[in-house]
């Protein structure tokens, strides 16, 4: 949630606040650097994702008004731009899920705080893997048939 | 001369002593349970609708009344509508509370935020279990149901 310190592990191997010159703060887990920008990333995402899915359900709810109106949205959802949306929304998506996994695994697991930067690049290397796996296969559907 | 006590970094803003449920540990706790099997579920969302098959490609009304036929899916998807909806909606809150500097807007914002979770966890809920995959239609739309519905 809000700013958080680091357990003593991680603070042992940074120099102590008053014994350094540098002017960011030691050992602090959501203030510059890795811890940070995950965070950014993580409240972006959520609130794309927040915004798509009031849209989503909405257009969802057509089913219930005729299968002609609920083909006519959901083959907006085909065009190639929207395709192209639709992998930045999974990509979104994948980027908040696999991050969140490792926000819980700081506040739960003892050695979660020692190691949320590798856990950071975890995260970015999942992504990777995850969109490789989905994006080609993806675009073939939306740019061929 | 008079001396300034600092309050300690973990001292809450409000009163010291509070009574009763504390709401926003629940909701610390919620964000992460929910978290975890929102995963799973908007994983599999994803994988039937997108990777299976054509893809977003094959998605139509008949698509969805054969998912809809399936109480699995019905529950699949109406539990994935309440906790996406709760788990967006209270970060949504988090995000209000940390930017919205005045109470009358954090009011309004919060107002409009928990008014669209409700209406849409009500329609969607609605959506699902009054779905009919086979609605009474007019002979030159009858193509677009799902092929087990019978001839009109
Ligand atoms: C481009 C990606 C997506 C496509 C093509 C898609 C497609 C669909 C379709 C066809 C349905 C109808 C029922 C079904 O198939 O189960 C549906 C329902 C639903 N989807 Fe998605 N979806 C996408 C992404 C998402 C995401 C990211 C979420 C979650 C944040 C989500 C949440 C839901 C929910 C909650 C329902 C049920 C709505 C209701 O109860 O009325 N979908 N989606
Ligand atoms: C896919 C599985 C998901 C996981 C594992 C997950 C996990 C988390 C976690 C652990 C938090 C942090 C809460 C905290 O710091 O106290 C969070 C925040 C948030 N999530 Fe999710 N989430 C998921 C899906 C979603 C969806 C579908 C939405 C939108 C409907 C969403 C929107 C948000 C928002 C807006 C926040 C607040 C961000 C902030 O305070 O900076 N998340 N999520």
Redesign the interface.
Known sequence: MSVKTVGTPEQSREPELSTTTSRRPAGTLYRGREGMWSWVLHRITGVAIFFFLLVHVLDTALVRVSPEAYNAVIGTYQTPVMGLGEVALVGAIVFHAFNGIRIILIDFWSKGTVYQRAMFYVVIGLWVITMIGFVPRHLINVFSH | MTSTTIDSPRTPAGSAKRRGVNWEKWG?VYM?VS??V??VL??GH?FVN??VG????A????F?GGKWSDPFWKVWDTLM?WL??IH??N??R??VN?YARTPVLRKVLKGAILA?VVV?IV??T??VF??DPC?A?SAD?AH??PSFCPAP
């Open positions: 610390w992460r978290g975890v929102l995963l908007i994983f994803l997108l990777m054509e893809g977003v490609k998605i139509d009304f008949a969805v509508l996406a909806m967006g909606g970060g949504m988090t995000i940390d669209s849409l329609l969607g609605l959506v009054t779905f609605p239609v739309q677009l149901l």
